[in-house]
Every structure is written in structure tokens, then in C-alpha cells.
């Protein structure tokens, strides 16, 4: 049951170029959606977040782009830099509960 | 440090065996979550507790099982291991209700051989 699908398992893009990280989900009735990022060895950390009531939220170079009518969220990060590079999760819930998380998506920004 | 502590950080055992694993939350934090992370797979919910009481159940299997102390740590006890129980199992924390991101500890990386 993969209500959160993160389809392209990697990403490389140059170093100053834009990044965008895709996700699609199922469930309608999410209210929350989120981006962690994942360093090995570590526990995913809290990038970014948007409610169903919102279309975009930014946070410095961070975007969240949600299309609810296509169940299609987006992370834009502009401009990517070496240290982005880690695994970036997509996650939804319905009120903070019982959240979601997709596959994955492993980028690489190189220098 | 996320303030979320998962102990052990390692954990080899053998097939058939039980083990536990714990989990302090973030100071002030009700809610208790569980991940299972395989190779290459993504974080699999398995379950939630909410100051002491399961608010929400995810892909746990009947071998496992949780629960939430007064204190509020919690543990996940899983038995008759099986080798494809090898992973990394994250326990996160949250204020609980409301639209907050989750707060991860580093997770215990459990092999069965």
C-alpha cells in the first residue's frame, strides 16, 4: 500500500543549477505534506512543509510546490549546492498522524 | 543531537530470537512513532503512540510489538526474527495533534544473521 510514491530513485544536477525533487501520492485525504533530507548514518531531519490549504511555501532555497487536483507535490531547490547532496523523502499525513513516507530520492549535486 | 535517543545504535542477533529496542522522545513531546527503513526501501510506518496509548497502526507485523511508558519512552520488541527483519528501525518524535514535522533519532540498525 504506497500511498506515497517518490519515483525517480536518484538525481545529479551541477552545483548552482536547480533541483527539483518529485512526489506523487493516492491518498486524498491528506492534510500535510513534508521534505526530509537523510544523511547516512543519521536520522532523516525536517526540511520543509505545506498544508492542503497552500499551493507553495518557501523557506530560503527551499520551494514546496503542491498540486492537489494532480495528488503532486514538488521540492525545488534553488540553487543546489554540494551539500544538498543526501536522501531526500517525501511525507503526507492526515493531521500529524500516521504519516506517509515515500522511497526516496538520492541526489547528487556536483561541484 | 535531534534529542530523540534510540538505544542500541547496533544490534546483531540470530534468527529466532527477541530483542528490544527503545526510544527517549524529545523533551515535552507526546507522541512516539516507529519507522522500519530496509535496503533501499523507504520508511515504513509501523506504529504510533500518543502519551501512552496506540493512536495509529502501520505495517507491523504480529512478531512485533510496542508500547509507550509513562515516562513517555517506548519500545519495540520484536521476536522470532527472521533474516529479513535486518534494517534500520527509527523511532521519531512529535508535540503530537497540530501540523508538526517529526523529529528523528539516528535508529537502531538491527542485523539478523
Known amino acids: 500500500d504506497q500511498q506515497v510514491k517518490q519515483n525517480s530513485p536518484s538525481l545529479s544536477v551541477q552545483e548552482g543549477r536547480i533541483s527539483i525533487l518529485n512526489c506523487d501520492y493516492t491518498?486524498?485525504?491528506?492534510?500535510?505534506f513534508l521534505w526530509y533530507k537523510k544523511y547516512p548514518a543519521e536520522g532523516p531531519t525536517f526540511l520543509i512543509s505545506?498544508?492542503?490549504?497552500?499551493d507553495k511555501n518557501e523557506d530560503g532555497r527551499f520551494t514546496v510546490f503542491l498540486n492537489k487536483s494532480a495528488k503532486h507535490l514538488s521540492l525545488h531547490i534553488v540553487p543546489s549546492q554540494p551539500g544538498d547532496s543526501a536522501v531526500y523523502f517525501c511525507?503526507?499525513?492526515?493531521?500529524?498522524?500516521?504519516?506517509?513516507f515515500g522511497a526516496g530520492t538520492r541526489l547528487t549535486v556536483k561541484p | 543531537d535531534s534529542g530523540v535517543t534510540q538505544t542500541p545504535k547496533h544490534l546483531i542477533t540470530a534468527t529466532g530470537q527477541r530483542v528490544t529496542l527503545r526510544c527517549s522522545p524529545r523533551?515535552?513531546?507526546?507522541?512516539v512513532y516507529w519507522y522500519q527503513q530496509s535496503l533501499d526501501q523507504g520508511l515504513q510506518f509501523l506504529i504510533q503512540?500518543?502519551?501512552?496509548?496506540?493512536?495509529a497502526k502501520g505495517n507491523i507485523l504480529e512478531r512485533f510489538s510496542a508500547q509507550q511508558f509513562p515516562d513517555l519512552h517506548s519500545e519495540l520488541n520484536l521476536s522470532s526474527l527472521e533474516l529479513g527483519d535486518s534494517a534500520l528501525y527509527f523511532c521519531?518524535?512529535?508535540?503530537?495533534?497540530?501540523?508538526?514535522?517529526?523529529?528523528f533519532g539516528s535508529g537502531t540498525r538491527l542485523t539478523v544473521v
Open positions: 521519531a518524535s512529535s508535540p503530537g495533534g497540530g501540523a508538526y514535522g517529526y523529529t
Open positions: 491518498n486524498s485525504m491528506f492534510d500535510y
Open positions: 505545506i498544508s492542503s490549504i497552500k
Open positions: 511525507a503526507a499525513s492526515v493531521g500529524n498522524n500516521d504519516m506517509r
Open positions: 523533551s515535552g513531546d507526546l507522541s
Open positions: 503512540y500518543y502519551n501512552g496509548e496506540e493512536r
